[in-house]
């Protein structure tokens, strides 16, 4: 009976080992798995770049480089530019000294200036200003998270409206031939985040809304600036590169990465016949594109970091005239530099 | 026998998924964070062969590269003073404005526009030896903050002016879950974890040098750490120990600042007294005083609560620049003769907590 009893124990204990080891084994064999998988995942993670879409590498055309025509000072850190219709009068949001929009002419005589009503100096903050076909000049306040209207003398009119009552918080904004308005907005708090571009009608209409923070190709990471080309395409300025979408929001391709041609960090666009004009403000230059193909080519670039006339440092805006004439906010020199076809 | 096979597969099947699901890189960092091996971040600050700064940078100017983004389009307004999108004040201040005013003393670094011109960022770091005036150098945005990055989220550096403000052999600040990589052959080396979790549950230890124990639940205070400690890397006399020449208190927590000598012994060249820092507050002050990090202990901390306003700079004065001004006896006060970082008015910061009038 005890040899019964201890053979019992015995196989019962073995059995026991055997079902532990059973069960280690199928834990080991499942952790190798997952190992291996999770290797394999991170290997093609970190081997494959971050979708980019390739320009060619062309050299740059000489022929299509811009001549450098001189600076119009008078400025303290300049942000944005805008031209009006007929290029006779510069409109220049600051960033430092008075922070409101400059109204100059050609030769960079000061006409006035636009601020909102019943401001002072450090209500308002002008990061970016825009003119309508019909010479109407919108500003955007960034502290005041508002876009404000003006006519061409700085008369304020009043001011567009976010889509519904809420917060908003405008840092760019673009216009496009028939007049329509194109808002950049970027907010980022803790509770909630909007990276968007608003599109509006002239009348102050709202018309779409596309683009949020999504960490894909398509992403709009603090938007600040929007032009819009003769086939509709929207070119939207965000931190790491410029995203392009076609007339309904549809991504289409990004131009970034740094480089010979592409901006580091760019900050003004601007679209005048079939040039595409990019601040590539970390590399204190300008690059041109030819936007007349289904894919940007690139053009030439100017400037280059410095004091010097034709130098820039930390450029920020750009507007192009009628004619065809460049303004550059060269914003850490205190002037706008403007350089001609 | 079955159950027991049922169980391991499932713990099996949660752990292989937690092992193998993709981590994936913050998009929220900017170029402050978030690298991983393929990373395109150091292109928005460096060259390798035409940059024309220092470090590989793009430019000789390191505030106006820092407010290419931090004047209003990025989240953080470093020039007014504010958290773009609701307004909300920046704890640190601004350079230009602080509460839509101008301000009135700032740290006057390299590239900040000054009048018609620019400064130099030059300057005297008060407090800094036994005369009073003390280290002397440019300051920079990158003398206080990494722009890499660190577990603290105003990027604060781990040391500072040469000097790690915390031990560096015991408890180095790294960023928490840092990845040391290997550049040459595309691996992740190590995952480096803070033992002190600055990040998130212990976040009024980086700033207040107090640190909560949950196990104890009790707080301690190390003074040599913190945010206190931080600023005297370049006021270097604020480091000055209890005990020291001249100092009364034999109180640990009560960390006093005596210059070399006391003002009593006749001596009236060299520097006073300084106030305590991390003195623990349990009041209310009159005006919204900034304490510990948080300003609230944790939720399974009820009973230290009150610990967590620890005195440090940051409670009276902001880093970036104030609106405050000084008048009457606070008026051409040394060293700074004007308002000296100060929260509010004159000497509101001494009201808010010494109510003499009460």
Same mark, same amino acid.
């Given at each position: 009976?005890?040899?019964?009893?201890?053979?019992? $124990?015995?196989?019962?204990?073995?059995?026991?080992?055997?079902?532990?080891?059973?069960?280690?084994?199928?834990?080991?064999?499942?952790?190798?798995?997952?190992?291996?998988?999770?290797?394999?995942?991170?290997?093609?993670?970190?081997?494959?770049?971050?979708?980019?879409?390739?320009?060619?590498?062309?050299?740059?055309?000489?022929?299509?480089?811009?001549?450098?025509?001189?600076?119009?000072?008078?400025?303290?850190?300049?942000?944005?530019?805008?031209?009006?219709?007929?290029?006779?009068?510069?409109?220049?949001?600051?960033?430092?000294?008075?922070?409101?929009?400059?109204?100059?002419?050609?030769?960079?005589?000061?006409?006035?200036?636009?601020?909102?009503?019943?401001?002072?100096?450090?209500?308002? $903050?002008?990061?970016?200003?825009?003119?309508?076909?019909?010479?109407?000049?919108?500003?955007?306040?960034?502290?005041?998270?508002?876009?404000?209207?003006?006519?061409?003398?700085?008369?304020?009119?009043?001011?567009?409206?976010?889509?519904?009552?809420?917060?908003?918080?405008?840092?760019?904004?673009?216009?496009?031939?028939?007049?329509?308005?194109?808002?950049?907005?970027?907010?980022?708090?803790?509770?909630?985040?909007?990276?968007?571009?608003?599109?509006?009608?002239?009348?102050?209409?709202?018309?779409?809304?596309?683009?949020?923070?999504?960490?894909?190709?398509?992403?709009?990471?603090?938007?600040?600036?929007?032009?819009?080309?003769? $086939?509709?395409?929207?070119?939207?300025?965000?931190?790491?590169?410029?995203?392009?979408?076609?007339?309904?929001?549809?991504?289409?391709?990004?131009?970034?990465?740094?480089?010979?041609?592409?901006?580091?960090?760019?900050?003004?666009?601007?679209?005048?016949?079939?040039?595409?004009?990019?601040?590539?403000?970390?590399?204190?230059?300008?690059?041109?594109?030819?936007?007349?193909?289904?894919?940007?080519?690139?053009?030439?670039?100017?400037?280059?970091?410095?004091?010097?006339?034709?130098?820039?440092?930390?450029? $920020?805006?750009?507007?192009?005239?009628?004619?065809?004439?460049?303004?550059?906010?060269?914003?850490?020199?205190?002037?706008?530099?403007?350089?001609?076809? | 026998?079955?159950?027991?096979?049922?169980?391991?597969?499932?713990?099996?099947?949660?752990?292989?998924?937690?092992?193998?699901?993709?981590?994936?890189?913050?998009?929220?960092?900017?170029?402050?964070?978030?690298?991983?091996?393929?990373?395109?971040?150091?292109?928005?600050?460096?060259?390798?062969?035409?940059?024309?700064?220092?470090?590989?940078?793009?430019?000789?100017?390191?505030?106006?590269?820092?407010?290419?983004?931090?004047?209003?389009?990025?989240?953080?307004?470093?020039?007014?003073?504010l958290r773009t999108g609701d307004s909300a004040r920046l704890n640190g201040g601004g350079f230009l404005?602080?509460?839509?005013?101008?301000?009135?003393?700032?740290?006057?670094?390299?590239?900040?526009?000054?009048?018609?011109?620019?400064?130099?960022?030059?300057?005297?770091?008060?407090?800094?030896?036994?005369?009073?005036?003390?280290?002397?150098?440019?300051?920079?945005?990158?003398?206080?903050?990494?722009?890499?990055?660190?577990?603290?989220?105003?990027?604060?550096?781990?040391?500072?002016?040469?000097?790690?403000?915390?031990?560096?052999?015991?408890?180095?600040?790294?960023?928490?879950?840092?990845?040391?990589?290997?550049?040459?052959?595309?691996?992740?080396?190590?995952?480096?974890?803070?033992?002190?979790?600055?990040?998130?549950?212990?976040?009024?230890?980086?700033?207040?040098?107090?640190?909560?124990?949950?196990?104890?639940?009790?707080?301690?205070?190390?003074?040599?750490?913190?945010?206190?400690?931080?600023?005297?890397?370049?006021?270097?006399?604020?480091?000055?120990?209890?005990?020291?020449?001249?100092?009364?208190?034999?109180?640990?927590?009560?960390?006093?600042?005596?210059?070399?000598?006391?003002a009593r012994d006749g001596a009236l060249d060299v520097a006073r007294h300084r106030h305590v820092v991390?003195?623990?507050?349990?009041?209310?002050?009159?005006?919204?005083?900034?304490?510990?990090?948080?300003?609230?202990?944790?939720?399974?901390?009820?009973?230290?609560?009150?610990?967590?306003?620890?005195?440090?700079?940051?409670?009276?004065?902001?880093?970036?620049?104030?609106?405050?001004?000084?008048?009457?006896?606070?008026?051409?006060?040394?060293?700074?003769?004007?308002?000296?970082?100060?929260?509010?008015?004159?000497?509101?910061?001494?009201?808010?907590?010494?109510?003499?009038?009460?």
């Amino acid at each position: 009976m005890l040899g019964e009893r201890v053979a019992e $124990q015995r196989t019962a204990r073995l059995t026991r080992t055997r079902d532990l080891m059973v069960v280690m084994a199928i834990l080991l064999l499942l952790f190798l798995g997952g190992l291996a998988l999770f290797l394999l995942l991170y290997r093609l993670n970190t081997a494959v770049p971050r979708v980019r879409v390739p320009l060619p590498q062309a050299p740059f055309v000489s022929e299509n480089r811009p001549a450098f025509e001189g600076v119009l000072e008078g400025v303290r850190r300049p942000l944005s530019v805008a031209v009006s219709p007929d290029g006779q009068r510069i409109y220049v949001a600051e960033g430092w000294g008075e922070r409101a929009v400059r109204i100059l002419d050609a030769s960079g005589r000061e006409l006035g200036t636009i601020a909102p009503p019943a401001t002072d100096v450090f209500d308002r $903050q002008p990061t970016a200003v825009a003119v309508t076909p019909d010479g109407t000049v919108f500003v955007v306040e960034r502290i005041l998270r508002r876009v404000l209207k003006y006519d061409g003398n700085g008369k304020f009119l009043g001011e567009l409206m976010p889509p519904v009552d809420e917060d908003w918080a405008p840092l760019g904004i673009g216009v496009d031939a028939s007049g329509k308005l194109y808002v950049a907005e970027a907010l980022d708090l803790p509770d909630r985040a909007r990276h968007r571009i608003l599109v509006f009608e002239s009348t102050g209409q709202l018309v779409s809304v596309f683009g949020s923070k999504e960490d894909d190709p398509a992403g709009l990471s603090f938007p600040h600036d929007v032009a819009v080309d003769a $086939q509709g395409r929207v070119y939207v300025a965000t931190i790491d590169a410029v995203k392009v979408f076609d007339e309904n929001g549809q991504f289409l391709f990004a131009l970034g990465g740094g480089g010979e041609v592409m901006p580091g960090i760019p900050w003004g666009v601007a679209v005048h016949d079939d040039r595409l004009y990019v601040v590539d403000l970390t590399n204190h230059r300008l690059l041109g594109y030819d936007i007349s193909g289904e894919r940007p080519t690139s053009s030439f670039a100017i400037g280059g970091y410095g004091t010097e006339l034709g130098a820039l440092r930390f450029p $920020q805006g750009i507007a192009v005239s009628a004619t065809g004439k460049l303004f550059i906010a060269d914003r850490d020199n205190d002037r706008i530099a403007v350089w001609a076809h | 026998m079955r159950r027991v096979l049922g169980v391991a597969l499932v713990l099996a099947a949660i752990g292989t998924v937690l092992l193998v699901w993709p981590s994936s890189t913050s998009a929220n960092n900017g170029p402050h964070g978030g690298y991983d091996l393929a990373t395109d971040k150091c292109a928005a600050c460096h060259r390798a062969h035409t940059a024309v700064g220092d470090d590989l940078l793009i430019a000789d100017d390191v505030y106006g590269l820092c407010v290419t983004c931090h004047a209003g389009a990025v989240q953080t307004d470093v020039v007014n003073g504010l958290r773009t999108g609701d307004s909300a004040r920046l704890n640190g201040g601004g350079f230009l404005a602080v509460s839509g005013e101008a301000t009135t003393s700032t740290h006057t670094v390299a590239g900040l526009p000054l009048g018609e011109g620019v400064s130099t960022g030059e300057g005297i770091a008060w407090g800094g030896a036994g005369s009073g005036e003390g280290v002397e150098g440019v300051l920079e945005c990158t003398s206080c903050h990494n722009p890499h990055g660190s577990t603290n989220y105003r990027i604060l550096k781990d040391s500072s002016n040469g000097y790690p403000y915390d031990n560096p052999a015991a408890h180095r600040w790294v960023p928490n879950n840092a990845e040391l990589l290997d550049w040459v052959n595309q691996q992740v080396l190590a995952t480096v974890t803070d033992g002190y979790n600055y990040a998130a549950g212990n976040a009024a230890y980086y700033t207040t040098g107090m640190n909560y124990d949950p196990g104890t639940r009790v707080t301690t205070i190390d003074p040599i750490k913190g945010m206190s400690a931080f600023c005297a890397t370049c006021h270097k006399q604020y480091l000055t120990k209890s005990g020291s020449a001249g100092n009364p208190s034999t109180d640990a927590n009560y960390y006093f600042y005596p210059g070399t000598q006391d003002a009593r012994d006749g001596a009236l060249d060299v520097a006073r007294h300084r106030h305590v820092v991390y003195r623990r507050y349990t009041g209310t002050p009159d005006q919204a005083l900034r304490f510990g990090a948080t300003g609230t202990a944790p939720a399974n901390d009820p009973v230290n609560a009150p610990s967590y306003n620890g005195f440090q700079c940051l409670t009276c004065h902001f880093a970036h620049g104030t609106n405050a001004t000084a008048s009457g006896y606070a008026a051409g006060v040394d060293p700074t003769n004007d308002s000296a970082l100060l929260f509010y008015d004159n000497r509101g910061v001494c009201r808010s907590c010494h109510q003499k009038d009460k």
